[in-house]
């Protein structure tokens, strides 16, 4: 028999990829070894669904409020650019004592502050048939865990003249995009971002550093930043002007920066099918003014309202997870969830929306409670309101 | 949550100063107010010219919004069956305009224009859009000046939180 | 001039993949666009230190306390099984009412709990020589946003036994591993998790269901869990007799379950530079005990000690990011912190654990304090101190 | 932090009812007082001959450790030399062997082993440690009854918490 060590068949250090057919019994063969990088089961496939300047997140396929990076919603307005770290420089000038360059290694190099928050698109809200996911609903908001320095200690260094109102932000892609953001934002949360749930930020969401406005406008969170502007007036650029502002009743409402709370249920949800007895009613709630403080869900159309469970910790300016329990009968009805924010602001509904803001809605910053119908066969649908 | 910053230094003393020529490389944004906009001008004909060359194959011949055709750029001149949102009807004002083609457009070949292109550019679609005549030259003194009707339209939101709908 | 829509040369809907040489001018050429999956920077490239039993996390490159799914430390004992989740069942039995199955859709149809919280290897801890990175000394701790179902609600619906006081957990791969764990972690806070920082568990971490016990020896936390059986006393299974027990003091001591709190400063570490004047050092700590309540920082080789900030919000039984400011001249020395957790516990030299244990220590539950040093030229060292 | 779980039904009905069946094909765990043991049974001799041709290979040809070599599996007989942690020096219980043996060797084959294999296989590993004589049968009676002097070694966990160390 062999006494010397003999050349084993499971060292091979492979990065790690399961194969798409399970063994009939994997208690009986050896799996792959561990790797430098995972992967995902070849069973699940969660995937945004991409336009050419967008992608959505899969909401109903979220357990819980980390967005996995890779499947981080996208708006671009001219793609991904790609950037190399060592090249990457922000500038900081205007209304400045001194204007300054930071390479990112300077960056890293300050004090730095995590927080988890989302970010929202000021357009996300698709509607107008039943047979939508919530993916396809409300697709354009994302949370990770951000790791930046604040801008604040930023500005400390290069010496902010005391006139100064606003400052420009700037994307280092293609559309070189530029927003203007009262600087008081600056001097209250606002981060140059260069980390994204642990690891370095993805170049989807603005590798190698971005700004994160937590709460506000995902356009206003400028990728890519290359470049901020102190000034004592904003730019009206074409990203504040032609685009990020919508008709309320006869005039144009510009520099809503701030995103509304809402809340959408991911399941039950369109096209998943229920059975009769409990079923935990799940999805997320949020606003850009602060913490969650209430998401009530009701199961007989709006008639009556229940207080849902918010998974702790419920933090500020962040998706929040919440859950009911309830026992359906079988009987067609209507779900529907309102959440309630730290300033008592409440969801409105669509009607309340148009009522206050005229029938000509639309566009941008629209936050209607959303229902879905569940048919006795235990089909759910989405409700599509009309308005106009 | 945010943290505190009162143990912090004076400075960190990371970082380097930027001279003028750094800024002036990246620093091409304008202001309604004309601030950043550069030397140079151009005139309505000459703009048309560059546009058709360079820009009509995304937002059509004539930039007008064309009913069933989805072109790759949206229109950027109002058309008098059109509903959609362009210069002519919804642009505030036409410093704007200088400030995002010359940074975005064409967008198969951002940042490749001149100065002198873009204020051609400018003369031209202001113009087809009817607020300034077909003679009128565009450079940094007259470009701030032109009125764009929807400027009145535009207000800032002054919602005050709490729970209104508004 | 062509007024018909031109193919548009931007539209396409590939996976995006970033080209791992970037243009010399990224603003004036278009990126690539939206697509299904996201992927990192070119530029970026964390990576797993594998063995062919273990792999570990890289904790230097990371900013906050999330790890990237695909970066979570493995330790296998038959490699990674691939399980059909259409097939998975968990099999709940022995001292119950009733013994029960579950299928994967089963376990998520009971309500959901998410929790954030660390899973680390025992045997974490490894010395030797000066030039260790924090992944190869402390890299089998990883920490992601779990979601599943308490075991407290299974074992409400199959109906446990008074005299009941512990259960085995068994896992689904080749090494069928098997755990004894005391009934009242069950009772207390151990979950069946499928959801993994918002998706579908990995299959490194157990796809589709594990044990999570919260704080515990990551060995218990059995992965691709199909069975449960309820019992009046603990099996003695390999894992707990042969493994995961340590010499104290001439006996061997087992069953030790949670993990005693720790602390390691990733930032500034080997084989980082740091130069003269501000260093923000950064670290992270945890305890299998609860909360971490106070991170002590020592800049002179632990003559004095500061308190560093905890990164909010700072969970129980989860990795606590913490950070302090500190001016370096420039000198010879040597940094080093050390946790106190809610307990009132506080992290040991190595001394008073060789003290406590005897000279014989080693191998499993090992949490002494660790020291790096940092020469005059800003090499930063591991001080691995001798204790044999 | 944990969800109360007051408004919980008594049952939410999801999931089956196991049968006996069901239970058998995956319960075949072993206490240390024999639950579990099966029939059949095994002796040293039989147990040799199985060790060469399926156990060698990998963790030697008397499963002793050999200075300098590093097998692909631990050594298992404690030898005179030697410093690993071994059956003979470090395992508690004689049923542990039984239950690892069967549910996860030969490493490239688990699960493959019959009762009678694995009996023997204990019988040949205890009696190389030196526990058992060469002739003693292992079986569901005799297996449990088998003294292995590390039990004696193997203390619980006696730390209360706090700031003790220890
Ligand atoms: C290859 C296609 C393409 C070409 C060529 C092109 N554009 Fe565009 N243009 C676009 C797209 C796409 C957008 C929308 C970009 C966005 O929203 O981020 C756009 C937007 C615009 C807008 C903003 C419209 C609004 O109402 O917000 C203006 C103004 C504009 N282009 C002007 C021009 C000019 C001037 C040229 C030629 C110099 C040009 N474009 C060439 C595709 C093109
Ligand atoms: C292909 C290699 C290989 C073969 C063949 C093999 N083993 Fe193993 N054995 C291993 C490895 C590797 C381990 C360690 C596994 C672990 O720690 O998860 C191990 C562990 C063991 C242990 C536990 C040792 C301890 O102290 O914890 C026992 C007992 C054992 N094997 C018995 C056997 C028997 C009996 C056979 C033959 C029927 C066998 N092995 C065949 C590779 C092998
Ligand atoms: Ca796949
Ligand atoms: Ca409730
Ligand atoms: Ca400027
Ligand atoms: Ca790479
Ligand atoms: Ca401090
Ligand atoms: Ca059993
Ligand atoms: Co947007
Ligand atoms: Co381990």
């Known amino acids: 028999a062999a006494v010397l060590p003999v050349a084993s068949s499971f060292t091979g250090l492979v990065q790690e990829e399961v194969p798409p057919v399970a063994p009939a019994d994997p208690t009986k063969v050896q799996g792959i070894p561990p790797g430098k990088i995972g992967t995902r089961s070849p069973f699940e496939n969660p995937a945004r669904k991409a336009s050419d300047i967008s992608s959505r997140s899969p909401l109903q396929d979220f357990y819980s409020t980390i967005t996995p990076s890779d499947l981080h919603f996208e708006r671009h307005h001219a793609g991904i650019p790609n950037i190399d770290p060592e090249k990457y420089e922000l500038l900081i000038h205007g209304m400045v004592d001194r204007p300054m360059k930071f390479s990112l290694a300077d960056l890293k190099r300050f004090p730095a502050f995590t927080r988890t928050c989302f970010i929202e698109c000021a357009g996300n809200f698709r509607r107008g048939k039943a047979e939508m996911t919530p993916q396809e609903i409300l697709g354009l908001t994302s949370q990770s865990e951000w790791t930046g320095v604040m801008l604040s200690t930023l500005l400390r260094e290069v010496g902010v003249h005391p006139k100064a109102k606003w400052f420009l932000a700037e994307g280092g892609d293609a559309a070189l995009l530029t927003r203007s953001i009262p600087i008081e ?14 690891e370095a930020i ?23 930043l290359r470049r901020i502007e102190i000034s004592d007036q904003p730019y009206f650029t074409r990203e504040e002007t032609s685009k990020y502002t919508y008709p309320v009743n006869g005039k144009i409402r510009m520099f809503s920066f701030e995103m509304d709370a809402r809340s959408i249920i991911t399941y039950p949800s369109y096209p998943q099918q229920v059975q009769r007895g409990w079923i935990e009613i799940r999805g997320i709630a949020w606003s850009g003014r602060g913490k969650v403080t209430k998401v009530e869900v009701s199961t007989d159309a709006g008639k009556t309202w229940n207080d849902a469970n918010l998974q702790e910790p419920v933090l500020s300016k962040a998706h929040t997870y919440f859950r009911h329990l309830w026992q359906w009968n079988g009987a067609e009805t209507e779900i529907l969830s309102r959440v309630t924010d730290e300033t008592g602001y409440i969801q409105p509904t669509l009607k309340q929306l148009v009522d206050a803001r005229g029938a000509d809605i639309g566009g941008y910053h629209m936050n209607p409670i959303t229902s879905w119908i569940i048919k006795r066969n235990g089909q759910v649908l989405f409700k599509p309101e009309k308005y106009k | 949550f945010i943290p505190a ?47 058709v060359a360079k820009c009509a194959a995304c937002h059509g011949a004539d930039g007008k919004e064309i009913k069933g055709v989805k072109l790759p750029g949206p229109p950027l001149v109002t058309s008098a069956k059109g509903k959609s949102k362009t210069i002519g009807n919804y642009w505030p004002y036409a410093t704007t305009l200088f400030d995002y083609v010359k940074r975005t457009m064409p967008y198969n070949a951002p940042g490749s224009l001149s100065n002198d292109e873009v204020y051609a550019l400018s003369a031209y679609l202001l113009s087809a859009n009817k607020f300034i005549s077909e003679n009128t030259v565009m450079n940094a003194r007259s470009l701030p000046k032109v009125v764009m009707p929807a400027r009145d339209l535009f207000v800032r939101d002054d919602r005050k939180g709490g729970n209104e709908v508004k």
Request: charged share 25%.
């Open chain 2, 5 to 51: 910053q009162g143990d912090y230094p004076k400075s960190f003393g990371f970082g380097k100063t930027a001279t003028a020529a750094d800024i002036a490389t990246v620093d091409f944004d304008i202001r309604p107010d004309g601030k950043g906009l550069p030397a140079g001008e151009g005139r309505a004909d000459s703009g048309r010219v560059i546009y």
């Open chain 1, 185 to 198: 934002k600056a001097w209250d949360d606002a981060i140059i971002a260069y980390g994204q749930n642990g």
């Open chain 1, 202 to 224: 993805r170049p989807a969401q603005g590798y190698p550093a971005r700004l994160l406005l937590p709460g506000w406008e995902g356009n206003t969170n400028v990728k890519w």
